[in-house]
């Protein structure tokens, strides 16, 4: 009887709180409160419990992958606790943007995901939550297994991801692109910053890395970053020497 009264007491607290809640384990949906369904437009959550939250209950296609990867990254990693904001869309197709909190948490000792989720459509701290997106960014960023960089017209290099610094031959803080990206004591002879100014397109291209000893294909592109007054580009390389030698 003590068991039943505690079980009904949760839900009636978890059932009455002004957040969505959600507890993930092994991606399936093990328990949703009914404020989730409400802020997706579910009119009950029963049917979605044991479904994979990513393919079958969360409903946005467009913004599930990052959804799913800050998920990913927080069990991979085993973060405490992770928080960001993100753009999705209920049910019927209408947009609002969506604040998450997410902690790891044990079920049936195995790890799972506890998280809550809050409508900041119209709150006024949406100053607040476009800053957590930028986080949200940077984590995705270093995630990835591509070397993301930004290099100014001055050779100096802006941004690197977490792969980036990792594989670099010299200080990404300090020193200039050529000795970042391949060791090198001039800039290459197959820079492709004025092409990528002059043209104002994106530029592919393929490269060996004597320095790794690395074919890499690598897409540049001009952008303007907010508070910097130079021209930059934006560079994604992926190692491709596996497929090179198949």
């Keep these: 009887m003590g068991e039943r009264i505690n079980a009904d007491l949760f839900e009636t607290i978890v059932g009455n709180l002004s957040q969505g809640m959600y507890v993930l384990q092994d991606d399936e949906a093990v328990y949703l409160n009914q404020h989730f369904g409400e802020m997706f437009g579910y009119p009950s959550v029963d049917h979605l419990?044991?479904?994979?939250?990513?393919?079958e209950v969360y409903p946005d296609k467009a913004?599930?992958?990052?959804?799913?990867?800050?998920?990913d990254q927080m069990l991979k990693n085993s973060s405490p606790l992770v928080s960001w904001a993100q753009p999705s869309v209920r049910c019927d197709g209408t947009p609002f943007w969506l604040e998450v909190e997410a902690r790891l948490i044990s079920v049936s000792g195995r790890p799972a995901v506890l998280g809550t989720f809050v409508d900041q459509t119209d709150c006024q701290f949406m100053a607040e939550a476009m800053a957590v997106s930028q986080q949200t960014l940077r984590r995705l960023l270093d995630a990835m297994e591509d070397r993301v960089y930004v290099v100014t017209e001055d050779y100096e290099v802006v941004y690197a991801?977490?792969?980036?610094?990792?594989?670099?031959?010299?200080?990404?803080?300090?020193?200039?692109c050529y000795q970042v990206c391949r060791g090198l004591p001039e800039p290459c002879e197959?820079?492709?910053i004025d092409e990528v100014f002059t043209t104002g397109r994106p530029v592919h291209k393929e490269f060996f890395n004597n320095s790794q000893q690395a074919w890499y294909s690598a897409i540049e592109l001009p952008i303007r970053m907010p508070g910097l007054d130079?021209?930059?580009?934006?560079a994604v390389a992926r190692d491709i020497t596996r497929m090179k030698e198949t």
């Design 49 to 55: 419990l044991q479904r994979n939250m990513f393919t």
């Design 63 to 71: 913004t599930v992958d990052l959804f799913k990867s800050m998920h």
């Design 190 to 192: 197959a820079c492709t």
């Design 230 to 234: 130079r021209p930059a580009k934006l």
């Design 161 to 176: 991801n977490r792969k980036m610094v990792e594989t670099s031959c010299a200080d990404p803080k300090k020193d200039p």
